[in-house]
């Protein structure tokens, strides 16, 4: 593997043009969902590639021009597998636990039978089990490749990812001997079998592929996350541009009075330029392949991050400054580069003068009713509207009161006001009545959540939890074949169409 972390290429330092992200949609709508979530009768106990291509056809005919997607960033391919797509092993490639196996070319050769039926006996349970579904699709996977002829276009694949698709290969291989914890291998890693290296390659090939044909039948909004694991590949591949004993997390405010630790490392900002903006510009172009949308997981991230200590709590940290107007630039040459519109997700304690360089920018604001006190009609224009985002509660958890965390009932005050519903209102009910507010608002682009559109009470995330909650592991009540067909994503889709949010994410 090397001593050292790869050296990426030369470049001059970035001129700093004011040019704006390429255009937003004039007035569009979509799903927020999380994949994984996302099932159907055939999905191997995980919603996934196949899954999103379904329900992206579906949504297409129903009027809805756009998904947004959890982040889909690859996990070590290690046991216990990684849930959080928040915390992955890198945000350059991707998740193959989104693999269909029946979908690979070749795959007809094989019986998958056995692994398959196992696999389809997980969605009996609603908790989504990582390690069975990744045990499972490893084994159908690999059988494929003892078996199958290589694919047309890998070669090109492989040869346009470069050395980073090579070293991320060979990381995974080395992972599968000694663990992911790479600060503790040997300097000698022994012999790495290179058909093992071309097997994690063949992986991303057919990710990239399956989600190239999900996005042929809508647009994709992606998300890329602040951060990722510390002990993952980009950790490793960027490990000279760290800053030592940080982690990144955000102070306390209304929602996490304690703060939040979100045990990421953090990138030094004096750095960042000695590795030529490599490892942002990375992450955004990888996030950009294969969609019309880009959102940036807490954007203020460009300004400046929340900074902890090791061995101190959130409360204890501090925010350090980053050169934002590298970095924006950067983004907005990205954005263009891609033809992919920018969504920025500044909420949390924003200074104004961050919003107004993201709207300079042309960067989308993101708008929420649990954080808004006006009306969606005085919400800027600039903007994406939703309810609430994955580690906000939902309609039905707020409407119903049973949020487990009761401080944030008195958010029902917002939704009694937006509706005048009286209390025995059935939570759909609630849901689209909101909603049919932000379709008339103002903003750009509204997402409509699943978990709202389904009536769904719990949150996929609760910051602040582990163990003691089911984070990114539930899937949704029912399959896609019942979504479908179920009243509550009809009504929303209706909505939309009523307000006249457009059926495709054109730009403005």
């Known amino acids: ?43 191997w106990g995980i919603g996934d590639l196949a899954d999103l291509c379904r329900f992206a056809r579906w949504s297409r005919k129903a009027g809805a021009s756009c998904i947004l997607l959890n982040p889909l960033g690859a996990q070590t391919p290690t046991l216990p597998y990684q849930a959080s797509p928040y915390y992955a092993s890198t945000r350059r490639f991707r998740n193959v636990i989104y693999l269909r196996p029946e979908e690979i070319e070749g795959a007809e050769r094989v ?62 291989a080395v992972c599968e001997v000694h663990g992911p914890a790479w600060r503790g291998w040997p300097e000698d890693v022994g012999h790495l079998s290179p058909e093992r290296i071309a097997f994690h390659q063949w992986l991303q090939f057919h990710v990239d592929q399956q989600l190239a044909r999900a996005s042929r039948e809508i ?35 209304e929602f996490f009075r304690d703060g939040q630790d979100w045990g990421i490392p953090a990138f030094n900002p004096w750095k960042l330029g000695q590795a030529h903006w490599a490892p942002f510009i990375d992450a955004i172009r990888s996030a950009s392949g294969h969609a019309v949308g880009v959102r940036l997981d807490h954007v203020m991230g460009l300004f400046r991050l929340f900074w902890i200590p090791d061995g101190k709590t959130a409360a204890q940290g501090a925010y350090v400054k980053y050169p934002a107007q590298v970095l924006l630039s950067l983004l907005a040459g990205e954005s263009r580069r891609a033809h992919a519109f920018i969504i920025g997700e500044d909420l949390g304690l924003v200074e104004p003068a961050v919003r107004k360089n993201l709207r300079k920018r042309g960067s989308l604001s993101y708008r929420l009713v649990w954080f808004e006190g006006s009306d969606p009609d005085q919400w800027p224009r600039d903007a994406v509207a939703a309810v609430g985002t994955h580690d906000l509660p939902t309609v039905a958890g707020i409407w119903t009161r049973s949020e487990p965390e ?33 379709a008339r608002g103002r903003p750009r682009v509204v997402l409509v959540s699943m978990e709202d559109a389904l009536g769904v009470h719990e949150r996929p995330n609760v910051p602040g939890t582990t163990s003691e909650m089911p984070n990114w592991r539930l899937a949704l009540p029912i399959p896609i074949e019942e979504i479908e067909k179920i009243e509550g994503p009809q009504r929303m889709a209706e909505a939309m169409r009523t307000a006249g949010r457009a059926g495709r994410a054109q730009g403005a």
């Open 406 to 438: 009761h401080r944030l009932h008195h958010l029902r005050e917002k939704l009694v006001s937006m509706t005048q519903m009286p209390d025995e209102t059935p939570p759909i009910d609630v849901a689209v009545a909101v909603y049919e507010r932000l």
């Open 1 to 43: 593997m090397g001593a050292a972390a790869e050296r990426p290429p030369r470049r001059r330092r970035p001129k700093l043009p004011d040019d704006p992200c390429w255009p937003a949609p004039r007035r569009a709508w979509g799903w927020a969902i999380q994949l994984y979530a996302l099932r159907s009768q055939d999905s």
């Open 219 to 253: 647009g994709l909004i992606t998300d890329v996350p602040v951060g990722f694991a510390s002990d993952g590949f980009d950790a490793w591949r960027w490990r000279d541009y760290l800053a030592p004993g940080m982690r990144v997390g955000a102070p306390p405010d």
């Open 111 to 172: 019986d998958l039978s056995a692994e398959r039926d196992a696999a389809r006996g997980l969605n009996q349970q609603r908790l989504i089990g990582y390690d069975e579904v990744f045990k499972l699709k490893s084994e159908a996977l690999e059988k494929i490749f003892r078996i199958a002829p290589q694919p047309k276009g890998l070669s090109a694949f492989v040869a346009r990812q470069g050395t980073a698709l090579r070293d991320f290969a060979t990381f995974n």
